[in-house]
């Protein structure tokens, strides 16, 4: 497989093209609209409003086509409205479309759990469990990890994200515009040092756990931890790749201390790295792994898979809710992994980084405010510092953000210092596209060069 040279994927021109000022006449009446009907806790980052999608462009109502580098937050990570997931999920939809798996049970369920048993790390007995979100999967995978241990302390890392719901927030490690006005938060949550290779300095990864697993042992007691919960590859934090040997040891630690370690996926995973999962480039075997995201192709699902031993320990009827593993997006699920697997989906990812990477490095040489490069298949980020420093640089990251945004390439930033620019382009990018998209990069750093 290769990156799609295709000129025209589902109807859509894979080329970007703008009729109007970004956003357009037709944008900016539906935004009043949103002002007026919509809370202003739900924010949005570029008020294009979309009418289709496909390959690597998304096309709003005012006719502009866009380059995507978001896929809606790694999500569309097969390409919006793949082929596969619109078959399955026309297909379920019109022969039904919720039972509730609680109360009249369906094969898709089934089969959705029986490919997270098999494609997960590690080749022991696993089960899973299927929920509506990513936030959802983190606060069962506690809920799991805690029956399991009968122990209550949980860990989380500096720069992680878990999600929005009351536990979940407590989890997430930024404040801004996370938690503000939100708490109080749930206790027993404790926060240890993560590696950050970009500011540790000479610290390696082992020594940066070694601090993290010397403040469970002395602060929390290692025999009070129910779940070390980590993502092998920050996603909000700012697409942090923590020094070999971190996540290992971490990983070790909770093994010979009987902590369930938990490895967040819901960014990383399904193919986003170029492996099926990013805790496969550490060789780690989570005992618990949450996904969701890239696994259904936009439709909204979620999951735990774990250890039998773990995920089978807990009473039956604890764990569940009315709409998880809904068999629309079971469908949706079973299209998207189909097609991961018959497309060779991580070559593609690897592509991407191919591509990607040098291109970064070369406007690095010419734009010192690129203080970092980072990330693994198509899930990269470029971290801004001011000139000659390790600085954040949150204005430089918004100022690309906006000219970008005026040109056609729907990007995002993240990190705790809103300083990093990250790319998560769909695995159906065709080439060219991501190219030009790195071409208006380029420019977007000369027009805002200072
Ligand atoms: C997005 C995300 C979540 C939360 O997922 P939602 O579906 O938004 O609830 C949790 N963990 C990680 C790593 C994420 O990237």
Redo the contacts with the bound molecule.
Sequence with gaps: MTLAPERVVNGVEQQRLLVTEIPGPLSRGLLARKQNAVSAGIGVGLPVFITKAAGGILIDVDGNSLIDLGSG??VTTVGNANPEVVRGVQDQVANFTHTCFMVTPYESYVQVCEALNRLTPGDHEKRSALFN??????ENAVKIARAYTKRQAVVVVEH??????NL?MGMTAKNMPYKQSFGPFAPEIYRVPVSYPYHDGPHTGPEVAAWATSRIDKELGAANVAAIVV?PI???GGFIVPAPGYYKALADFANSHGIVFVA?????GFCRTGNWFASEFEGVVPDLI?T??GIAGGM?L?AVTGRAEIMDSVHAGGLGGTYGGNPVACAAALGSIRWMEENNANALAKEIEGVMLPRLLDMQVNHPGIGDIRGRGAMIAIELVKEGTRTPDPDRAAALNKYCHQHGVVTLTAGTYGNVFRFLPALTMPRHLLEEALTILEQAFEATAN
Excluded: C, F, M, W
């Design positions: 937050i790694a979100s990513g936030a959802e999967a983190v992680g994200y878990h999600g929005r719901t979940t993502e920050l996603g909000e967040d996926e819901i960014q990383s949450t969701a995201k909204p979620a």
